[in-house]
């Protein structure tokens, strides 16, 4: 099921006591070389509390995500914590574009970026992989193949070796 990210605002500002949530689900994300799909799942647990126009927000999530080597191709999963405690005025613009005017309180934008940011963009599974071989694609940690490198004086970068860098 869908993470349900979204918080009635109007009990929020009107009551003003501390609401607490705790969902779970999972949100469709893409980023890079990690994904989340529907099998795996995300821990939202959030207190919301209004005082002198300011929204107090804490947000802790608990989830997992895969993730896939750059150098092999192979995926694996991984788990991830993170938090976030922040004060918002909803009365003014903010930084998470959270609005009085809405009915809710929809916290799915900020979500997705305390995930994106424990993802790993160049994600490799070991420092002993080996990747995949450049001709026949197979994976060179696992198995080793015939394929004779190509003369690097045929190729037409050949003249960039011989730059000092």
Do not use: W
């Not at 501390?18 to 779970?24: P, T």
Request: aromatic share 10%.
């Amino acid at each position: 099921m869908i993470l349900d990210a979204k918080v009635k605002s109007t009990d929020q500002t009107i009551f003003k006591d501390k609401k607490i949530i705790e969902r779970k689900g999972y949100l469709p994300i893409n980023y890079g070389n990690n994904f989340i799909d529907n099998s795996d799942e995300i821990t939202l647990f959030t207190e919301l509390e209004f005082q002198d126009d300011l929204l107090s927000v804490q947000i802790k999530i608990d989830f997992s995500y895969k993730r896939i080597c750059v150098r092999c191709l192979n995926p694996s999963s991984n788990n991830e914590i993170n938090e976030l405690s922040s004060k918002v005025n909803i009365y003014e613009e903010n930084d998470y574009e959270l609005n009085h005017d809405d009915e809710y309180f929809d916290l799915e934008p900020i979500i997705s970026e305390m995930i994106i940011d424990k993802m790993q963009n160049n994600f490799v599974c070991s420092n002993e992989c080996k990747g995949l071989c450049t001709y026949c694609g197979i994976n060179l940690t696992k198995k080793t193949c015939n394929c004779e490198e190509k003369n690097l004086k045929e190729s037409p970068f050949s003249s960039l070796s011989q730059l000092d860098l």
